[in-house]
């Protein structure tokens, strides 16, 4: 079941004016959230990048009376520059990792997105990753395939939310390996357009 913390966060949120982001800390790191018609939407940035992608972590929680669409290209990351990067499929990522994937790969994945998780006590999804996890990290056989089975349980996938599900996943931007810096999350989500503030991350990789 949906925690029950964060089931009364999305009710806050969801009393706050909809075009209001709400800014939170938990254990240092920071969280951003809006709510449009019912469903809200909390991005953090995750510390670390992964082969070419910038990655931020996001979670979605349907308070609304009816299912919504979710798809990781629906989210988009204009930069200070103006430049606009759309977030890969789930399916194109996690198939670079087959092919390409590491064991450091797999750590740091792991690693980063759990660290991020963990560290925000309103983030539990009913459909998310922790779901996901145990039937992917049974997978057995090359490296490249664990890598694999880790992005395919970390990746934020498309779904279809019911009125009371929430999900979580981390989104996937190709921008070189470097992170993403400052500029705004765009996302096209229960009819209408959630426009965050990013921050370049302080605790950003080289």
């Known amino acids: 079941m949906m925690s029950r913390r964060f089931v009364l966060l999305c009710a806050l949120f969801a009393g706050v004016a909809s075009a209001q982001v709400i800014e939170f800390e938990s254990s240092g790191l920071k969280y951003k959230?809006?709510?449009?018609?019912?469903?809200?939407?909390?991005?953090?940035?995750?510390?670390?990048?992964i082969r070419?992608?910038?990655?931020?972590?996001?979670?979605i929680s349907n308070g609304s009376p009816i299912s919504w669409g979710i798809r990781p290209e629906d989210f988009r990351f204009?930069?200070?520059?103006?430049?606009?990067?759309?977030?890969?499929?789930?399916?194109?990522?996690?198939?670079?990792?087959?092919?390409?994937?590491?064991?450091?790969?797999?750590?740091?994945?792991?690693?980063?997105?759990?660290s991020t998780l963990f560290a925000n006590a309103q983030m539990h999804s009913t459909n998310g990753y922790e779901a996901r996890r145990q039937d992917a990290m049974a997978e057995v056989g090359s490296t490249r395939l664990k890598a694999a089975a880790a992005t395919s349980a970390i990746a934020l996938v498309?779904?279809?939310?019911?009125?009371?599900?929430?999900?979580?996943?981390?989104?996937?931007?190709?921008?070189?390996?470097?992170?993403?810096?400052?500029?705004k999350l765009l996302v096209n989500a229960a009819g209408e357009l959630f426009e965050f503030p990013m921050e370049a991350d302080p605790h950003k990789s080289h």
């Open 33 to 49: 959230a809006l709510t449009h018609n019912g469903v809200t939407i909390m991005v953090s940035t995750l510390h670390n990048h």
């Open 52 to 59: 070419e992608y910038g990655i931020l972590q996001v979670a």
């Open 78 to 114: 204009q930069t200070a520059e103006g430049r606009v990067i759309r977030a890969s499929p789930a399916k194109t990522v996690i198939n670079e990792m087959l092919d390409k994937g590491s064991r450091s790969d797999v750590s740091k994945l792991i690693t980063a997105y759990e």
């Open 158 to 183: 498309t779904t279809k939310l019911q009125p009371g599900q929430s999900t979580d996943g981390a989104v996937f931007y190709p921008n070189g390996g470097r992170p993403l810096g400052a500029g």
